[in-house]
T-cell receptor, first 109, second 114 residues
């Protein structure tokens, strides 16, 4: 099956710093989503981004499907950004998402 | 639109007991998915439904697990004769094929088997 690798696995930032999270995948995909898992375990949708670039406030994402990677940018980080960020892909010809192992982000005041 | 709803949020059970979880998807979504997440890992696919038809089951779904989606609305996931290894977060998601394949997740049910 498809391999989804996220880096870095852990990231510690001071409030106000910027960061880039990366997601590499091993095969062609029809869909890619970024999620933030809150402390209670719920997955919050950040971006639905099979290709191209999207921005939502301090967050933006870029997917280059031909090169099989996606990037999530967090600018001016806040303590509330802390948590685990997951990349999930829908491989071509499949109907279910495959998740990476996530990046654990801690933003300290 | 109230989002995907899961009940209960937490369940503690003794080994060997049966448990059942419920998922109510977003009302206009015809696809419903169950995932399991253990500590430090990403969610892993268990099974999915399109309307009332169960179209795919993962190898993770042992014979002790069964899922239903009667009438294509809510879904239940039952685990029989629970084992300590079943302790995990069980997540439900839904999506609308006609509206694209963006999936939305519920709050999850955290199962602890003691």
């Amino acid at each position: 099956g498809i391999q989804v690798e996220q880096s870095p696995p852990d990231l510690i930032l001071q409030e106000g710093a910027n960061s880039t999270l990366r997601c590499n995948f091993s095969d062609s995909v029809n869909n890619l989503q970024w999620f933030h898992q809150n402390p209670w375990g719920q997955l919050i949708n950040l971006f639905y981004i099979p290709s191209g670039t999207k921005q939502n406030g301090r967050l933006s994402a870029t997917t280059v499907a031909t090169e099989r990677y996606s990037l999530l940018y967090i600018s001016s980080s806040q303590t509330t950004d802390s948590g685990v960020y997951f990349c999930a892909v829908l491989p071509s010809g499949y109907s279910t998402l495959t998740f990476g192992k996530g990046t654990m982000l801690l933003v300290s005041p | 639109d109230t989002g995907v709803s899961q009940n209960p949020r937490h369940k503690i059970t003794k080994r060997g007991q049966n448990v059942t979880f419920r998922c109510d998807p977003i009302s206009e979504h015809n696809r419903l998915y169950w995932y399991r997440q253990t500590l430090g890992q990403g969610p892993e696919f268990l099974t999915y439904f399109q309307n009332e038809a169960q179209l795919e089951k993962s190898r993770l779904l042992s014979d002790r697990f069964s899922a239903e989606r009667p009438k294509g609305s809510f879904s239940t996931l039952e685990i029989q004769r629970t084992e300590q290894g079943d302790s995990a977060m069980y997540l439900c998601a839904s999506s609308s094929w006609t509206g694209g394949t963006e999936a939305f997740f519920g709050q999850g049910t955290r199962l602890t088997v003691v």
